[in-house]
């Protein structure tokens, strides 16, 4: 008998993730050329596996990017409860397996990887949606998801010069603007969800996911020509406003019929097409600067294998985190 030979797994704690600092830039590249393999159907991905208790979502998500070498498994929770443990709103570990042998290599946290391409999917949203010459964006939600989108879409977004904050903790709008100011933007402080919606180009919605959530926004509050991207499901936008805007994009259409089931979505009229199709050129996506666009993000796993090939490659190259026997 061959001698079994000897393996390893690299662990990677939340610290260790977060000093590897995988540049955002490149965290863009690989979330658009994930996004471009599904499009071309060159990936496997489920629907995203989703379970409820009072006050906290449990979901799991898994893809096969060939182009990669690699898939994922990402186990993750939820609870807007998580700030006063200390927590972020989002938790979880991931799983990369190499393809050709399918050990798993790697087991990482994952709550900074998906902050990260939670908001280059957004840049790649606001790439290819955002008007040309758009100069602003709003944020409703000024949490993590705030800091990781101010460094994500200035990369996209050349002319940006102006960041609205909105939060229903107005402390923390004040100490986003704050750090927007130090990134040499102008920040401005609104008092209500539809002050921030009504005044940029990009509008970006962070919330809690929970399905009795209030959904204020309406159809006259996005003005024309500007970009929605919902991070948060359908749980701050109202039916009306889906159904008003000119094109509805999802990062993917097979999961969001598949969420409906668990109360999500419910009045939300079919999206168009998917922002992977607008990629590479499937979809002509923007067609005129007056066309008001919502884009559904939802979080695709295709994007979580390719951020996390990055972070294992860069990690192997910096001998970072603990290797354990397999």
Known sequence: MMPVPARTVRYLNRAAVEQLALPMQRIVD????????????????????????????FGGMSSVVPATGYASMKW?????????????YITGMLFLNDIEEGVVVAVMDSTWLTQQRTA???AVTARYLARPGADSFAMLGCGVQARSHLEALPLVLPALERVVAY??????????????????????????????VEAADVVVSSGPIAPGQPRPIQ?????TGALGITLDYDCYWSAAAFAAVDL???DDIGQLEHIRADG?????????????????????GRTSDQQRILALNMGVAVEDVA?????????????AGQLLPL
């Not at 471009?36 to 489920?46: D, N, T």
């Not at 992977?276 to 499937?282: K, Q, R, S």
Request: charged share 25%; with cysteine; proline share 7%.
């Open 264 to 284: 999500y979505f419910a009045d939300c009229p079919a999206p168009d097409t998917e922002i992977g199709l607008v990629v590479t050129g499937g979809h002509p």
């Open 167 to 196: 939060d229903i903790d107005p402390d923390a709008a004040r100490r986003f603007a704050a750090v927007v100011e130090q990134q040499g933007l102008r920040a401005e402080v609104v008092a209500s969800a539809r002050a921030a």
């Open 219 to 223: 159809p006259d509050w996005l003005s």
């Open 307 to 319: 951020t996390a090939r990055a972070i294992f490659e860069l990690a192997v190259e910096r001998d």
């Open 76 to 88: 993750q929770t939820g609870s807007v409860s998580n700030a006063t443990r200390g927590l972020p």
């Open 30 to 57: 690989e979330v658009e050329f994930a996004l471009s393999e599904k499009a071309h159907g060159r990936s496997m991905m489920p629907a995203k596996h989703w379970m409820e208790t009072p006050g906290r979502w």
């Open 120 to 122: 280059a999917a957004s």
């Open 248 to 250: 509805l994009v999802s």
